[in-house]
């Protein structure tokens, strides 16, 4: 079941320029691993060396943050679509 | 260098002087690696803080798909410094997320707003023109 992948611009050069690539999984942590299997260029930047998502990252399920679902268990089903946006933040605080 | 519509600068400025004492934040889209803002989309500051912002990421990706629509991509943030001159801070850099931006700066330190831009990448700051169409 492929599944629609929107990246953001810091992370197309590792995804062959694409702005949207597809993966296959039935929960966010498979497609996760099958779009590191397509590109290893997106190893670590995801999801870290101990399984979870990154810190810099905010991952989207549709118009859900997988934050309050299931983070990397949350379960895909056709016609979803995943999001990656990274972080923004600062300031001088 | 970083061109600005005049719409997106008088937004830009405008939504900064709105959220005050707040830092204001959002992003500018325009067509892939033109450097030229043409869509300004104001983005919520979830710190509500005069000294720190995170951009809300449901804002973010809200502005993404309809700079996509357009045809447009998200090409650069910007952000306010309600009490300090538009250089970016040491969290700023560090945070930074994309070398590929632009990062814009609106100071409010001296009444009139100032605007500033930025590339970023790897830690080093450089500053790059910013030109308002039209002026």
């Known amino acids: ?93 | 260098m970083l061109r600005l519509a005049p719409d997106v600068h008088r937004q830009m400025v405008g939504h900064c002087l709105d959220r005050v004492p707040e830092e204001a934040c959002g992003l500018l889209a325009g067509p892939p690696g033109a450097g030229t803002a043409e869509v300004c989309y104001p983005v919520k500051n979830v710190d509500e803080s005069a000294r720190t912002y995170t951009l809300d990421s449901l804002g973010f990706l809200r502005a993404d798909r309809d700079a996509d629509e357009r045809g447009l991509e998200v090409i650069g943030v910007f952000h306010s410094h309600t009490h300090t001159d538009a250089y970016p801070s040491p969290t700023d850099v560090d945070k930074a997320p994309d070398p590929g931006w632009h990062y814009v700066l609106v100071s409010l330190r001296h009444g009139e707003a100032v605007v500033r831009s930025y590339r970023i990448e790897d830690g080093n700051v450089a500053e790059e023109p910013v030109v308002v169409e039209g002026l």
């Open chain 1, 1 to 93: 079941m492929p599944i629609d992948v929107r990246m953001p611009t810091v992370l197309r050069q590792h995804a062959g320029g694409q702005a949207t690539v597809q993966a296959n999984g039935d929960t966010l942590g498979d497609a996760v691993e099958d779009l590191v299997r397509q590109f290893p260029g997106l190893a670590g930047q995801v999801v870290t060396d101990d399984g979870t998502l990154h810190r810099f990252v905010n991952v989207y399920v549709n118009d859900d943050d997988v934050r309050y679902l299931d983070k990397l268990d949350t379960k895909l089903s056709e016609g979803d679509v995943i999001s990656i946006l990274p972080a923004v933040a600062g300031g001088d605080g």
